[in-house]
């Protein structure tokens, strides 16, 4: 049985087909009562619009494709859910799907979004490489990049301050009276490991802490896995650092889960970790004195703001790059303490 069309629609109904079609759009040229008798006689034949044939006409499909790196990772979700919640009353609805840290995969997931026509992209890059997102067939599709920018890809992106959280992080341990501070991070192809690495090394000598490279980790991906496994190399060194600042959410949990397999209640006792990302379990891990809190709200915000706007066909500041500044914050009931965040004494946090 074939399915009902907008002419028997419009034959039930008793009007033109050019009016079902503007009761379909939301005309408000249709009279209330013949609004309701169309819509009648389509909830009567089961008539359902065909969207794909809709968008091979007017050549928009009110999609937006995603691409995360990782779907575990809460961040990015967190980041996803807030842009969902702003294109959404705009009528635009999301495909999510993961590159699992791969640029093949990646590529492969780009083209799939081209050749289902979404009207804009949204990126957190899997790696450095970048020529993929140069194919001319993007050229008519809004590209935003979140987190994560690759050079000499010039398209909008929204990141938070690396080098500030970071700063703040090692300040953070230094006042509670760590010297000795490990690192633990990922691949340096990645934008977010590379800035977060330079900016442990930058903060610890300006604090004149000694940097020991032995327990600089930063390689593979910035996953619970690599979080394991970094910290089990550091932790069967016999005089490995009391502190470690974690680069990203998944490797901090990864490293809390590691160490609480492998030490004793004294060895954990003496092990305190500072991490980038603060998410609704972080209070959970209670190794960790100080997160960085990415403003996950305001970064959808801002990426939703850019979409919507090159969609409309505004292109005046593009490309437009957006710096938010994290919030800082002292997990006391596991034993961080408050630190002056400034230049003043009186400058105090205390989350």
């Not at 049985?1 to 005309?27: E, F, G, Q, W, Y």
């Not at 840290?101 to 957190?124: A, H, P, W, Y």
């Not at 340096?188 to 490991?193: K, Y």
């Not at 994290?326 to 965040?341: D, F, Q, S, T």
């Amino acid at each position: 049985m074939s399915s009902p069309t907008i002419k028997d629609v419009a034959k039930s109904a008793n009007v033109s087909i050019a009016t079902v079609s503007r009761v379909l759009n939301h005309s408000e040229t249709v009279h209330k009562h013949t609004q309701e008798r169309v819509l009648e006689a389509m909830d009567l034949l089961g008539y359902n619009r065909n969207e794909v044939a809709r968008s091979l006409k007017f050549r928009h499909t009110k999609t937006i494709g995603i691409i995360a790196p990782e779907l575990s990772n809460i961040f990015f979700m967190e980041v996803v859910e807030a842009i969902e919640r702003c294109v959404g009353p705009f009528g635009y609805s999301l495909l999510i799907t993961s590159s699992n840290d791969s640029i093949e995969e990646e590529k492969r997931k780009l083209q799939i979004f081209i050749e289902r026509n979404v009207d804009g992209i949204v990126v957190m890059p899997a790696g450095a490489e970048g020529q993929h997102f140069l194919t001319k067939a993007l050229d008519k599709i809004p590209l935003v990049m979140v987190d994560r920018c690759i050079e000499g890809i010039n398209v909008d992106f929204v990141e938070t301050d690396s080098r500030y959280g970071v700063h703040q992080m090692i300040k953070a341990l230094s006042h509670e009276g760590y010297k000795r501070i490990g690192y633990i991070g990922g691949d340096l192809s990645i934008h977010t490991a590379h800035e977060r690495l330079f900016a442990y090394l930058e903060a610890m000598e300006e604090l004149g802490l000694k940097v020991e490279n032995r327990f600089v980790y930063h390689q593979g991906s910035m996953t619970q896995t690599s979080g394991r496994s970094l910290i089990r190399q550091a932790l069967l060194e016999v005089d490995y650092p009391e502190a470690f600042f974690i680069a990203n959410d998944s490797l901090h949990l990864g490293a809390t889960i590691q160490a609480l397999e492998m030490l004793s209640s004294s060895q954990l006792d003496q092990l305190v970790f500072a991490s980038f990302d603060y998410l609704s379990y972080a209070p959970l891990l209670k190794l960790c004195h100080y997160a960085v809190a990415q403003p996950c709200d305001k970064i959808g915000e801002e990426v939703s703001t850019l979409l919507l706007k090159r969609l409309s066909g505004n292109w005046e500041d593009y490309p437009k790059h957006v710096m938010l500044k994290p919030e800082i914050k002292v997990l006391r009931a596991n034993g961080g303490i408050p630190y002056p965040l400034g230049n003043s004494k009186s400058d105090m946090l205390s989350s």
